[in-house]
């Protein structure tokens, strides 16, 4: 098991910045792989960012140039800078993961999320 907390949010005009940090525990020995979603009031769920198995680093089409996403191994710990804010990124942002890594190549499947942290982006 897991436990993910997110940080970092907070209300910003637009323009401006914000970097989100998810930390997870739960493991001494083990990693996790951690992605950003985000949800607006009203729709689904969307991914934001993410590292996929090869170990390259995916944006949603919508944060590419304005988003960096990030990793601190040996925190366990991932960041979203979040740049040239829009009104349009006025959600509540959370961390997953799927996968526990573990020495040896041991490979957990997870489906685990933070409770997520609220960007409110005003004009």
């Known amino acids: 098991q897991v436990q993910l907390v997110e940080s970092g949010g907070g209300s910003v005009q637009a323009g401006g910045s914000l970097r989100l940090s998810c930390v997870a525990s739960?493991?001494?020995?083990?990693?996790?792989?951690m992605s950003w979603y985000r949800q607006s009031p009203g729709k689904a769920r969307e991914f934001v960012s993410g590292?996929?198995?090869?170990?390259?680093?995916i944006y949603a089409d919508f944060v590419k140039g304005r988003f960096t996403f990030s990793r601190d191994n040996a925190k366990n710990t991932v960041y979203l800078q979040m740049n040239s804010l829009e009104i349009e990124d006025t959600a509540m942002y959370y961390c997953n993961s799927r996968r526990k890594l573990c020495p040896g190549g041991v490979v957990f499947p997870l489906n685990s999320w933070g409770q997520g942290t609220q960007v409110t982006v005003s004009s």
């Open positions: 739960g493991s001494t020995y083990c990693s996790y792989d």
């Open positions: 590292i996929v198995t090869d170990g390259t680093t």
